[in-house]
């Protein structure tokens, strides 16, 4: 079943998971150790799904590549930068709590994150705007094949799996608008061997012997040593 939400569409079951999601706000550096971005990025065409904040579309753009962010929340930004700088006060109350940083690596997240919204809703930025689109992860308003690379950090994996029918709706989705060869990464990939979600490793499951069905190559791929790996899917 669909919904119409402002003016974007959505699952009935995904209108919940966008309600409880927040938006985080990720500098270009951050998204490039959990996403495996090709070397020559220039002319590819890149898609980020649930980009909330993060300025990766914007520097993609920079260096050269066709990048388009989608968002549920950039149906509207008021509300969108409203609940940031909520989210931002309770994250700078935590952060001055937290007794295992010193002041001086305090002070460079603080900065780096109030630099990062800024940046997002600068002036200067304003024009990119465009290249941020209200949508959601099941509903890509793309055409087939337009894509070289799809990618989600911390939104498809880490919001949508626990509803196997909007996570299934979301590759299927991806993997749509990817052309032959293009890659869809996902991150963080928590492989929860531990069974503490038996539904969600039933999902990441399902997905795994669909793509084998349809013979499409995936790897759980590390991204360091402390960092969770991502899960790279590579269509043929
Ligand atoms: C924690 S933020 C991640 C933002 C950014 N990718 C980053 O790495 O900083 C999660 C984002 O997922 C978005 N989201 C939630 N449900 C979604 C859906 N069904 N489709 C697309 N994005 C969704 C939220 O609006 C939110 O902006």
């Known amino acids: 079943m669909r919904l119409e939400q402002g003016q974007i569409t959505v699952l009935k079951q995904e209108q919940a998971i966008i309600e409880n999601s927040y938006s985080s706000l990720k500098d270009f550096i951050q998204v490039s150790f959990a996403i495996d971005f090709p070397k020559d990025i220039s002319g590819k065409r890149i898609l980020g799904v649930g980009e909330g904040l993060s300025e990766a579309t914007l520097r993609l753009r920079e260096m050269g590549a066709e990048a388009w962010a989608i968002d549920p929340k950039y149906a509207d930004m008021k509300a969108l930068r409203k609940g940031l700088e909520e989210d931002l006060t309770i994250f700078r109350t935590w952060l001055l709590g937290d007794q295992s940083m010193t002041d001086s690596e305090k002070y460079i997240i603080m900065r780096r994150n109030t630099n990062t919204v800024d940046s997002f ?8 705007r465009q290249y941020h689109i209200a949508a959601s992860a099941c509903f890509l308003p793309f055409a087939d094949r337009t894509f070289d690379l799809y990618f989600s950090s911390y939104a498809v994996s880490s919001f949508l799996l626990p509803s196997d ?4 709706q979301a590759i299927d989705e991806g993997l749509r608008v990817l052309r032959p060869g293009g890659e869809l990464q996902l991150y963080p990939w928590v492989p929860n061997e531990k069974g503490d979600h038996p539904e969600e490793r039933a999902t990441q499951e399902r997905l795994f012997e669909n793509l084998q069905s ?3 190559a995936f790897a759980v791929e590390p991204t360091s040593y402390t960092t969770p790996p991502r ?6």
């Open 121 to 128: 809703f600068s002036p200067n930025d304003n024009a990119n």
């Open 165 to 168: 029918v909007v996570f299934r």
């Open 214 to 216: 349809r013979s499409i």
């Open 231 to 236: 899960l790279k899917i590579t269509l043929p």
